[in-house]
């Protein structure tokens, strides 16, 4: 308790001792950057009237501003007269002292406009679903930092919901229905599910008819990163119903879900963007398209409309454009009445 007190009269005492004027951060708060940008420009024009049509303000308004910063500084800055205008001894230290600094000030703020409207550089940082990430996202990469040679791009493969603060993450690909209101999600293209198995299943155990049937059939689940396994949805009769497989086996790569299928393993609900290519060379067949769910829709997110760089804006512009592009909605492509693909 003694030696306490002892510390805390010692640092009082400190704190007494130090000189009566105001300290550095108190000065550089009070002193006026637009009074600092005034001086700086009519030390470099040698005029006020110069400096005034660089800053883009009137003559009067630098010498206010001059004036504000010379009382604030207690300094006299200039030496005027109806001819020249002249730094005082004092007015060449503070220049040469202001001057790295506001350099500095002027560089940074030249590089967020750079980042903003000048030429696409910089790193995207993009978080994606592992399926997703790797059938979609990533086989476009390469053609889009060609077309962006100074923009680098760090992709993440996640199905965990996105954290873009914790993970300092730029744009974000994510599946199903975006709840989260801070969030700006564009949809890229539909996600419709649909129930599918190979033609060697088909073959020892046919595809179900009805809901009832599914429980008679082999299941093959996906587990989301989060331990909580994917529910099967369907629509009949204008309402959702929602079933939740009895597998032997479970995956938490969607790859591997669809591998097993492909193989014959059992039947799963898939992403339409995940097997259409097989659908189309009859690999796969779909069961129970009359009760497909409603569509879920594939978004690209990111955080606000607004000051956004320009590496991310042209991420943004050339993945919704290309990704719409690869026209991968199969629910578009195939008629559930006419292709036996469907039943």
Request: charged share 25%.
């Amino acid at each position: 308790m003694e030696s306490t007190q002892q510390a805390d009269k010692s640092d009082r005492s400190f704190r007494l001792s130090l000189p009566n004027r105001a300290d550095a951060l108190s000065t550089s708060f009070a002193a006026s950057y637009a009074g600092i940008m005034a001086f700086m420009a009519v030390a470099s024009e040698g005029s006020f009237a110069k400096a005034g049509e660089r800053l883009g303000i009137g003559r009067s308004a630098v010498s206010r501003n001059v004036q504000k910063l010379e009382t604030q500084l207690s300094t006299r800055l200039f030496l005027r007269t109806t001819r020249t205008t002249q730094l005082t001894h004092e007015g060449r230290r503070f220049f040469e002292n202001c001057h790295q600094g506001v350099t500095h000030i002027v560089e940074a703020m030249n590089d967020m406009l750079e980042l903003r409207q000048g030429p696409p550089r910089g790193l995207v940082r993009v978080s994606a679903t592992v399926g997703f990430g790797r059938k979609v996202v990533a086989p476009l990469l390469d053609r889009f930092v060609k077309a962006y040679p100074e923009i680098a791009v760090d992709l993440l493969l996640d199905d965990r919901p996105t954290d873009f603060a914790s993970e300092q993450i730029d744009v974000a690909f994510r599946n199903g229905r975006i709840e989260d209101s801070s969030i700006i999600a564009k949809q890229l293209i539909p996600m419709q599910m649909a129930l599918c198995a190979a033609p060697s299943y088909v073959a020892r155990h046919g595809l179900p008819e009805s809901l009832d049937d599914l429980s008679r059939h082999e299941c093959i689940n996906f587990r989301f990163a989060s331990g909580r396994i994917f529910e099967w949805e369907f629509k009949v009769d204008g309402i959702v119903r929602k079933f939740m497989p009895k597998a032997r086996m479970t995956f938490n790569d969607a790859d591997l879900v669809l591998h097993a299928v492909l193989e014959g393993w059992g039947i799963a609900q898939m992403a339409g963007y995940q097997i259409r290519d097989h659908v189309a060379r009859h690999e796969l067949s779909i069961a129970l398209a009359r009760h497909a769910p409603d569509d879920r829709g594939h978004y690209i997110c990111f955080l606000s409309r607004q000051h956004l760089p320009t590496r991310i804006r042209v991420f943004i512009d050339f993945m919704t454009e290309h990704i719409r592009a690869l026209n991968i909605d199969f629910m578009t492509n195939f008629n559930p009445e006419s292709s036996a693909a469907f039943t």
